[in-house]
């Protein structure tokens, strides 16, 4: 199992931009860009971090 390091070292150049993005964060791209990739880890680094509740938080398709 990787860590979140290693999630965050895979991430692109506008995904790392997108993670340090404070509040509300909306990800419009292309298919195939990473974004179900940034929403997890950014999902993660989140919870890591204590800054989000899982039950305020929402993805939509």
Do not use: F, W, Y
């Amino acid at each position: 199992m990787s860590t979140l390091g290693d999630a965050c070292a895979e991430l692109n150049d506008s995904q790392i931009a997108a993670m340090d993005v404070e509040g509300h964060c909306v990800v419009i791209a292309p298919p195939g860009s990473g974004k179900t990739k940034l929403l997890v880890t950014r999902l993660a680094a989140l919870r890591t971090s204590g800054g989000g509740e899982a039950r305020r938080v929402m993805v939509g398709g």
